[in-house]
């Protein structure tokens, strides 16, 4: 069975640009978490959906970051316009349900030039 | 507020040895659940262990156990017969169990393990 899957798994992009990133569920599941990597600040929360539906945003840094679920099984990522302070790694995560435990993607490396 | 300390930044433990990676945490609640994840330099974050606070009982995974005192809130995995694979940095994780709330991670700042040959 696949895993999660993100991509794309590197980005390299001026600031300013819009940023996009996509996350494919596990087929199945019906929650979906997004997370950011940083050497400062570690693993941080960022939004996470159940059924579809956006739970808890407050992770989210500011109005520049916005995420959505199209349908039940893949998520956008979007940063618009980005800043080389939105370098890090981001990850996505989903699980069969709320109490289940959550299997992460492999990433996405992101670099703001 | 919850928060998750591991205090070693980073450990060594030469192959076939044991070696024993440190977690405190911080909570209010009665009823959760700890974690430890693995990430290699592939990144990819790896499920190693889980542990429900109700338990009494250590959670095992083959190589892989923890020392849980909920008294004390410390979580600690232990890994055995350390293989060069096991190098990674390794991630404590708590998320607390409250009706209709999502299963939310609070990770600590990870411990990088090396393993030496």
Redesign the interface.
Known sequence: DAGVIQSPRHEVTEMGQEVTLRCKLISGHNSLFWYRQTMMRGLELLIYFNNNVPIDDSGMPEDRFSAKMPNASFSTLKIQPSEPRDSAVYFCASSWDLYQPQHFGDGTRLSIL | AQTVTQSQPEMSVQEAETVTLSCTYDTSESDYYL?W?KQPP??????VI?QEAYKQQNATENRFSVNFQKAAKSFSLKISDSQLGDAAMY?CAYSF?SS??????T????TQLTVLP
């Open positions: 974690f994840y592939s990144r990819q974050m790896i499920l889980r991630f169990i209709g709330s999502a299963r939310q991670l990770f600590g700042s990870g």
